[in-house]
């Protein structure tokens, strides 16, 4: 079965200083993945996506960037925090277009 | 393009039916519906494909009109359990066919 690693759990950090997440799916392959932020009280935002390898279709343009390294790795990054990026991210994974899209148990990055 | 969602929050009595709507200004090629718990990652509910279709899942079911680009999703019997927050995603159709755009959200509270 398929199964989708997102962490750490938590995360504070000050202002200005860099971040790194990273999701992990297992058990599928070439799946495409998504970052999700959510603010509080707030909706499910896309970030990014990819369908594949090096692939990224950016949705906001912000201080955030994303990488895919490996077919069934995804990681968001900013050299740079702001107040503003805090919030609840949430890697997802989908095995194409039309079907469900699975979310890691997400991170919740504070910005101090 | 995001969805609209509404209503935006809706209170019920346990055994009370609801409904959520869902719109897009463009056209919509499926409808998927998802429920998240606070704190948590959303869950998949059921996905909606072009083609006017209905689904049920328990006494949770939904509606997707392709004409009206409208979806609607329908508790009947609340339970305790129905509450949390429930959003709608998109694929629109004519676009790029990998990415799930999420309305804001319906903020279902459901009280003995």
């Known amino acids: 079965s398929q199964t989708i690693h997102q962490w750490p759990a938590t995360l504070v950090q000050p202002v200005g200083s860099p971040l790194s997440l990273e999701c992990t799916v297992e058990?599928?392959?070439?799946?495409?993945l998504y970052w999700y932020r959510q603010a509080a009280g707030r909706g499910l935002q896309l970030l990014f996506y990819s369908v594949g390898i090096g692939q990224i279709s950016s949705e906001v343009p912000q201080n955030l960037s994303a990488s895919r390294p490996q077919d069934r790795q995804f990681i968001l990054s900013s050299k740079k925090l702001l107040l503003s990026d805090s919030g609840f991210y949430l890697c997802a994974w989908g095995p194409g277009t039309y079907s469900p899209l699975h979310f890691g148990n997400g991170t919740r990055l504070t910005v101090t | 393009q995001q969805p609209v969602q509404s209503p935006q929050a809706v209170i019920l009595r346990e055994g009370e039916d609801a409904v959520i709507n869902c719109s897009s200004s463009?056209?919509?090629?499926?409808v998927h519906w998802y429920r998240q718990k606070h704190g948590e990652a959303p869950v998949f509910l059921m996905i909606?494909?072009?083609?006017?279709e209905q689904k049920g899942h328990d006494k949770i079911s939904a509606s997707f009109n392709e004409k009206k680009q409208q979806s609607s999703l329908y508790l009947t019997a609340s339970q305790l359990s129905y509450s949390g927050t429930y959003f709608c995603?998109?694929?629109?159709?004519?676009?790029?066919?990998?990415?799930?755009?999420f309305g804001k959200g319906t903020l279902l509270t459901v009280n003995p």
């Open positions: 909606l494909l072009k083609g006017g």
């Open positions: 995603g998109t694929e629109n159709s004519g676009g790029s066919n990998y990415k799930l755009t």
């Open positions: 463009k056209a919509l090629y499926s």
């Open positions: 058990g599928t392959s070439n799946p495409n």
